[in-house]
């Protein structure tokens, strides 16, 4: 499916862009996930979009 292949694609690419255990991370006291996930957030920003079709 090209939705889910897209998907799958975006997520591969910010793993290998911003990766969990990097020696040079500072801020790791909340686990190996967390810098990464401030520094994917600070990317992809906050906002959430959700679409509606046929009143679904």
Do not use: C, W
């Not at 799958?8 to 006291?29: C, G, I």
């Not at 520094?39 to 679409?51: H, R, T």
Request: charged share 20%; net charge negative; no cysteine.
């Amino acid at each position: 499916m090209l939705i889910f292949s897209v998907r799958t694609d975006f997520e591969s690419y910010f793993n290998e862009m911003v990766s969990e255990n990097a020696p040079y991370y500072k801020h790791t006291f909340e686990g190996v996930d967390d810098m990464p996930a401030h520094i994917k957030a600070s990317l992809l920003g906050a906002s959430i979009q959700i679409p509606i079709t046929n009143e679904n």
